[in-house]
């Protein structure tokens, strides 16, 4: 029989936030499996570092950070491949994924390609979202009140058009893009309304008014906006 595929929600980066059975099933694997930085450190790995059994066998994924989707699409196959061959020999892979395999996670490429050859169970983690309203001290909704999840890379006119549309707003992905959103937030007079998160859960966490937050942000960084409302109020 084939192993299996477990794609592991690792939660925001607190190793305390990770579910019950994540912990069980990485501090049992014979086969880790995750991304890195091309060249750099993984920051799954370094989540889950104190749970992995010594003597496990890594499969890493080296993944440029480039707007280009060709060489991050070529490091997922490698990956696949690898995963592939010792879902063959019949042992199970455990593969470990920031936040929630399947909300802008990237297990989700190595879903598509062995989802159909093996048997693959998705194991769902703790998302940046609901983490920093914790942390914020921000209900994002309520009711029938709708919450709208945009990624910061979206070009400027479509980031205004579905902020104004919006009841709740969370922008991740922030990063580079800080300025352009904070533009963008401030032209609809929403700034008071809105918080700034980053790095959530971790030593080094921020949160602060978006008109308190810093020239620039990390990849790990979001905007939360609840229209009519002052957050910390």
Same mark, same amino acid.
């Given at each position: 029989?084939?192993?299996?595929?477990?794609?592991?929600?690792?939660?925001?980066?607190?190793?305390?936030?990770?579910?019950?059975?994540?912990?069980?099933?990485?501090?049992?694997?014979?086969?880790?499996?995750? *991304? @890195?930085? &091309?060249?750099? !450190?993984?920051? #799954?790995?370094? /989540? $889950? %570092?104190?749970?992995?059994?010594?003597?496990?066998?890594?499969?890493?994924?080296?993944?440029?950070?480039?707007?280009?989707?060709? *060489? @991050?699409? &070529?490091?997922? !196959?490698?990956? #696949?491949?690898? /995963? $592939? %061959?010792?879902?063959?020999?019949?042992?199970?892979?455990?593969?470990?994924?920031?936040?929630?395999?399947?909300?802008?996670?990237?297990?989700?490429?190595?879903?598509?390609?062995?989802?159909?050859?093996?048997?693959?169970?998705?194991?769902?983690?703790?998302?940046?979202?609901?983490?920093?309203?914790?942390?914020?001290?921000?209900?994002?909704?309520?009711?029938?009140?709708?919450?709208?999840?945009?990624?910061?890379?979206?070009?400027?006119?479509?980031?205004?058009?579905?902020?104004?549309?919006?009841?709740?707003?969370?922008?991740?992905?922030?990063?580079?893009?800080?300025?352009?959103?904070?533009?963008?937030?401030?032209?609809?007079?929403?700034?008071?309304?809105?918080?700034?998160?980053?790095?959530?859960?971790?030593?080094?966490?921020?949160?602060?008014?978006?008109?308190?937050?810093?020239?620039?942000?990390?990849?790990?960084?979001?905007?939360?906006?609840?229209?009519?409302?002052?957050?910390?109020?």
């Amino acid at each position: 029989m084939s192993g299996v595929l477990y794609g592991v929600g690792l939660g925001p980066g607190d190793p305390e936030l990770i579910t019950l059975r994540a912990y069980r099933l990485i501090s049992g694997a014979d086969v880790v499996a995750y *991304p @890195a930085l &091309a060249g750099g !450190d993984s920051f #799954a790995r370094s /989540i $889950a %570092a104190d749970m992995i059994p010594e003597g496990t066998r890594e499969i890493v994924m080296d993944v440029p950070m480039t707007t280009a989707r060709e *060489p @991050a699409q &070529a490091a997922y !196959d490698l990956g #696949a491949a690898e /995963i $592939a %061959a010792v879902l063959e020999a019949g042992t199970d892979v455990v593969c470990l994924c920031e936040g929630d395999p399947f909300f802008y996670g990237s297990f989700m490429y190595l879903y598509a390609r062995l989802n159909d050859r093996f048997e693959v169970q998705v194991v769902p983690g703790v998302t940046s979202i609901t983490t920093c309203a914790a942390r914020a001290g921000m209900p994002l909704a309520a009711r029938n009140e709708r919450l709208t999840v945009l990624p910061g890379p979206l070009p400027e006119d479509e980031l205004r058009l579905r902020i104004d549309g919006a009841e709740s707003v969370a922008i991740m992905k922030v990063g580079r893009h800080l300025a352009k959103i904070r533009g963008v937030i401030d032209d609809l007079g929403l700034t008071d309304q809105a918080a700034y998160v980053e790095r959530a859960s971790l030593p080094d966490e921020v949160v602060c008014r978006l008109r308190d937050a810093p020239e620039k942000a990390p990849y790990f960084s979001m905007i939360l906006l609840t229209k009519g409302a002052d957050p910390w109020l």
